[in-house]
């Protein structure tokens, strides 16, 4: 929870949420984007229940979980204040 916590803390910019799926955008710089890779990697050990995906691909860096709303809601992520 603590990296979480600390990596929120330097990159977070925003996050979205539906029943379904959640998405919270980074900054995207090379750290930032490392550290989300590791992140993600620990998560999909721990909670496979949960289908994790890493977007690369626009300006932004984002996180991508789906499953269900009781799925979501399980997850220790810690939610940034939408923008």
């Avoid at 916590?5 to 955008?25: C, G, K, N, P």
Wanted: hydrophobic share 40%; with cysteine.
């Amino acid at each position: 929870m603590e990296k979480w916590q600390a990596f929120d803390a330097d990159y977070a910019l925003s996050s979205e949420r539906t029943d379904s799926e959640l998405i919270i955008h980074y900054a995207k710089i090379d750290d930032s984007i490392s550290r989300l890779r590791d992140l993600v990697e620990v998560e999909q050990r721990c909670c496979a229940f949960v289908d994790w995906g890493i977007d690369e691909s626009g300006s932004d860096l984002h996180l991508i979980a789906r499953g269900s709303e009781e799925q979501l809601a399980a997850l220790n992520v810690p939610l940034p204040r939408e923008a």
